[in-house]
């Protein structure tokens, strides 16, 4: 019995649908285009972002409250509010470093990193302060003062040891890209004795010795 070629015909188109959409299905997407690495930093624009994240702590830490030891519990909540403040600007200023990356001079992965230890050891020893003021007993006039002395000491260590100064200046590249830098020059006026507001520890006649 012989068949008809006539019913062969919807078969036919039915496999070839079948094929086409297979192929449809199995086909991979189109690639993304390559992504362009960013430019490294000149070793100008390293410096000056590494010296404009830390300004705003600068800035922070040379505004201390006043000493009002008539007042402990007032003055102890002024001096953990701007503890406080001055950990979030070390925080924001670590953040931006640690965005600049490597600095681009040789061993610049080592200069990068000591510069976040910096910032790290400073972080530390704000948040010892605070601890400090928060446990002293305002009771106690001795302590209370003591623990402020001990914020001022912080503070003053930040800006006579020039920690950052000193770590970025170790290779000639950046110490040059630092002496012409505008927020590193504004770092260095805020650090210098003659314009740094005036962070005095209570006199003897307020924090008696015993």
């Known amino acids: 019995m012989g068949s008809r070629p006539g019913r062969s015909v919807p078969v ?20 993304p285009p390559p992504v362009t690495p ?19 702590v600068v800035a922070r830490l040379t ?3 006043g000493f009002d030891l008539g007042a402990p519990e007032a003055t102890r909540q002024a001096y953990l509010t701007y503890l406080d403040e001055g950990l979030a600007a070390t925080d924001r200023a670590r953040a931006e470093v640690a965005a600049a990356g490597s600095a681009p001079v040789p061993d610049g992965d080592v200069i990068a990193e000591q510069v ?6 400073l972080r530390t020893d704000l948040a010892e302060a ?9 009771g106690s006039t001795v302590a209370f003062g003591r623990a402020l002395v001990g914020v001022t000491r912080v503070v003053a260590a930040l800006l006579n040891g ?17 002496e012409s830098s505008p927020s590193c020059a504004q770092l260095q006026r805020s650090g210098s004795p003659a314009t740094a507001p005036p962070i005095a520890p209570p006199s003897p006649a307020a924090v008696p010795t015993r």
């Open 38 to 56: 960013a430019p490294s930093p000149t070793p100008e624009v390293w410096t000056e972002s590494v010296c404009a994240a830390l300004v705003p």
């Open 116 to 121: 976040r230890g910096d910032l790290a050891d």
């Open 12 to 31: 036919l188109l039915v496999i070839a649908a079948a094929t086409l959409l297979a192929g449809c299905g199995g086909s991979s997407p189109p690639a």
């Open 130 to 138: 605070r601890d400090q003021v928060q446990r002293t007993d305002t």
């Open 63 to 65: 505004a201390a409250p």
């Open 162 to 178: 020039a920690e950052v100064a000193a770590t970025i200046n170790r290779d000639p590249t950046l110490g040059a890209a630092y």
